[in-house]
């Protein structure tokens, strides 16, 4: 009787132990089929374009709109990545596609209060190079500088909204200019100009995002969101307004 009671709880410590060195089995199975063996390729990439220590964001607005893609039937190569590099350096990221072989490079700055720039760029490969198929950025341009924090913003009301002039090529509206915007209600809270070109049939967007923050003691929650594109003569003008203004 004795020998039963101590046998029953020691098969029980053996089938636990069995259990989990079964579930420790498959999880390590698990991991190792997860993990991707970078190709020699690959890893040759990742040395000549990786800034692994400290990098500098180097890239103006004007550099980035004037950064031709791939566009055969326009006659344009596009940009190679041995220009780009030599220019402006290593990236601060790096993803290398293994169907195509095609590689994404991200280049960003230092935060500056919570926010900061950054630019995405598709090289095709190409032969033994490769070329710029797509660009996306996100720029804070001290051409258009914001409202320092210490400073207080315009207060928007609803008759100032209402009053704004938006681009609409239906009737004839040109839009507000940045320059008459920043006139009447001062400088925005956030400024940030976007660019984007995803491949060669599709045409290059220029914009620039104005946020005023607008709240006080009596109103609270109070933004303006103002979407202004940059038009052929280089004017950046109203097209879209957005708001939550009760005042």
């Known amino acids: 009787f004795l020998t039963i009671c101590l046998m029953i709880p020691l098969g029980k410590v053996m089938i636990m132990w069995g259990l989990k060195s079964a579930y420790e089995g498959l999880g390590q199975s698990s991991i190792s089929s997860t993990v991707r063996q970078k190709s020699s390729e690959e890893l040759k990439l990742e040395e000549n374009v990786l800034e692994r220590g400290n990098h500098r964001f180097t890239w103006t607005t004007e550099e980035i709109i004037n950064l031709q893609i791939k566009d055969p039937a326009a006659g344009q190569n596009g940009a190679s990545l041995d220009q780009v590099l030599e220019k402006h350096g290593k990236a601060s990221s790096f993803f290398y596609t293994e169907s195509n072989g095609n590689i994404e490079l991200n280049y960003t700055s230092e935060i500056t209060q919570g926010r900061h720039s950054s630019l ?25 500088p914001t409202l320092p924090l210490e400073h207080s913003p315009h207060l928007w009301t609803k008759d100032e909204i209402a009053g704004l002039q938006v681009r609409d090529e239906s009737t004839g509206h040109t839009g507000m200019s940045y320059e008459e915007i920043v006139q009447l209600f001062g400088l925005p809270r956030e400024s940030e100009v976007f660019i984007s070109r995803l491949d060669a049939a599709d045409s290059q967007r220029i914009g620039l995002e104005l946020k005023y923050l607008t709240s006080d003691e009596v109103y609270d929650n109070e933004w303006v969101h103002l979407t202004l594109h940059r038009q052929e003569d280089g004017v950046f003008r109203l097209t879209t307004v957005t708001s939550h203004i009760d005042r």
């Not at 760029?121 to 258009?144: M, Q, S, V």
């Open 120 to 144: 995405r760029l598709t090289f095709e490969k190409d032969g033994a190079g490769y070329h710029l198929i797509a660009k996306r950025a996100n720029i804070l341009d001290e051409a258009y």
